[in-house]
């Protein structure tokens, strides 16, 4: 048994288990404001046990690059998305996971409604660019309809889309961006995202 968690210690998926623990139960950990500082934490069965989680993984599908999702079925469900467990998660890709993201927005078009991204996919509309038309105040249909480019889309406004790796929202500018994390002033996340000083935060530019 012991030869076997040696192996599974070496998986993918270890780093993915610990990685939740930590947003869970790390103050220090940048996610943790949004995730165990929001009352979110891991169930006893796969906290006290990392073959069981490795086990549940695997067997429900689970490859390299996929991500596991606590908020798809307490949403369906209409409860609060608090906790990692085999009940409330499902294995999603990142574009899977993405859609069903809190933070991802919705619009209802020709009687549907859908995220951006799957807009986009409809469209065929760069889902950056599509979003950033959006924020400057383009209709829904002339986002979608044009294919046109102006100076600001290829230029700065692409340049200023900010992503946060590790909770998956997006931001617009070094503003909004330090404002949602509490933790850093918009001149010195600018130093870090331009490369002034060291990125140490989460936050890239996209």
Not at 58 to 84: C, F, H, T
Not at 88 to 117: D, F, P, V, W
């Amino acid at each position: 048994m012991s030869d076997r968690k040696n192996d599974v210690a070496k998986h993918s998926l270890y780093k993915v288990y610990h990685d939740i623990i930590k947003r869970c139960e790390n103050k220090n950990c940048r996610a943790y404001p949004w995730y165990g500082g929001g009352g979110v934490k891991m169930c006893d069965e796969w906290r006290m046990d990392f073959i069981a989680f490795y086990n549940w993984a695997v067997s429900n599908g689970w490859n390299a690059g996929m991500e596991i999702d606590k908020d798809r079925i307490p949403r369906q469900l209409g409860i609060p998305a608090v906790v990692y467990s085999p009940e409330m998660c499902s294995i999603l890709t990142k574009k899977e996971n993405m859609n069903a993201h809190s933070l991802n927005r919705i619009e209802e078009y020709l009687g549907r409604k859908q995220t951006l991204s799957e807009w986009a996919d409809e469209f065929n509309v760069n889902y950056k660019l599509l979003w950033s038309r959006l924020k400057r105040g383009w209709s829904f249909e002339s986002a979608l309809s044009s294919s046109k480019k102006t100076q600001q889309d290829t230029g700065n406004d692409r340049r200023k889309l900010i992503l946060n790796t590790q909770t998956g929202a997006f931001y617009f500018g070094a503003k909004e961006a330090s404002e949602s994390s509490g933790i850093y002033t918009t001149n010195n996340l600018h130093c870090k995202l331009s490369g002034k000083f060291k990125n140490n935060t989460p936050f890239i530019y996209v």
